[in-house]
């Protein structure tokens, strides 16, 4: 058993039952020690029960921290020679290893994958540009690792396999300008955003097939990017730009791309960012009346505020809150992480229990 799943073991039994009893809470997740009060919630545990991110510290502006309900916010640091200015984005299923990218003495930014055991080790980059480059999803194992090189060629969509870094390149077409996105949990598929002679467009990715395009919503100009997936990349979730602006999609083989639509009483602006295992439930940010706001959007019940939704289902410390993005949802559809304003207006991230 890992070191971090034993820790996790020592949630005292009675806030477990506390939290299991109230059904939908809310908290809010506090600030690194030192610097302004700055923090983000970005992404979750496959159980909700860890959540990583950003926060404003003593040793950087943004540091990339670990929380858990029992040990709080624990901050991760950097590369050793650089400052520790971090940004983890994905995590396995059982939280043993992350990935994202860190200060790096060999350039602007660098991929990064990090452990408990090890703290960050560096993935490198692509020969021939400026030196940068950046994890964002990994497999279950931790073995395979998606992400973004910065070449002669310009930014490419890449893979780390044991360590080892691959370009899969870009979409024909266009200028070369790539990133890989999303992983599946067994490292068959990938998907990303490239750059054709149409525009930027979400891809799907596999080593028998190639680059496939996952197409764009109706109306607009041609641009789509994924930001989360189910654990076989079956369903995408992201952004595009139909008819009526920036709007959440979600994508299937079977159905293509359709848009999710926005909050009613603002700008129509939305964006997707996660869906659950079974893609019942999506999360995101669109703009509702009072400004930006986090959404969920169930396959019922369509897109709702996600303030309004916790308020509703009995969460009432969420009152004095402005929730501008959620950002992660957990592996069952039960768990949030996001970012937001708190009663003192500072920013700061945030976990929701939705039921």
């Keep these: 058993m890992s070191v971090l799943l034993w820790l996790l073991l020592l949630v005292p039994a009675q806030e477990s039952a506390r939290v299991r009893s109230h059904g939908a809470s809310f908290r809010g997740l506090g600030d690194l020690p030192g610097g302004g009060f700055h923090s983000r919630g970005l992404a979750l545990s496959d159980d ?18 670990l929380w858990t309900l029992e040990h709080g916010m624990q901050p991760l640091g950097g590369l050793p020679g650089a400052e520790s200015s971090s940004e983890p984005r994905a995590l396995t299923p059982d939280a043993v290893y992350l990935v994202g990218k860190t200060a790096s003495p060999r350039g602007i930014c660098e991929a990064g994958r990090w ?41 490419e969509a890449v893979v780390w396999e044991h360590g080892v870094l691959r370009s899969i390149g870009d979409l ?129 019940r369509g897109m709702s505020s996600l303030a309004s939704f916790l308020l509703q289902a009995g969460a009432a410390d969420v009152q004095g809150w402005t929730l501008a993005e959620a950002n992660a949802i957990s592996a069952d559809g039960r768990t949030v992480v996001g970012t937001g304003r708190n009663p003192a207006g500072e920013t700061e991230a945030w976990l929701a229990r939705l039921r």
């Design 115 to 155: 452990s408990r055991a090890e703290g960050w080790i560096p993935l490198g980059d692509l020969a021939g540009g400026d030196f940068a480059s950046g994890a964002l999803a990994l497999t279950s194992d931790g073995s395979r690792i998606a992400g973004w090189g910065l070449s002669a060629r310009g930014y």
């Design 172 to 300: 024909p077409g266009g200028p070369v300008h790539a990133a890989a996105a999303l992983i599946s949990k067994d490292g068959s598929r990938v998907v990303g955003t490239g750059t054709s002679a149409r525009g930027s467009e979400a891809f799907l990715w596999t080593e028998a097939e190639g680059f496939k395009r996952l197409g764009d919503l109706a109306g607009g100009e041609i641009s789509s990017e994924p930001f989360g997936a189910t654990p076989d990349c079956g369903i995408v979730v992201g952004e595009s730009t139909s008819s009526s602006g920036i709007e959440a999609f979600v994508w299937t083989a079977a159905d293509g791309m359709r848009g999710l639509g926005d909050l009613a009483g603002g700008a129509f602006e939305s964006r997707a960012f996660d869906v659950s295992d079974d893609g019942r439930i999506i999360v995101g940010a669109g703009i509702g009346a009072g400004g930006p706001a986090a959404f969920v959007w169930e396959r019922a």
């Design 48 to 65: 909700g029960r860890v959540a990583v991110g950003t926060s404003a510290s003593l040793s950087a502006g943004d540091e990339g921290f």
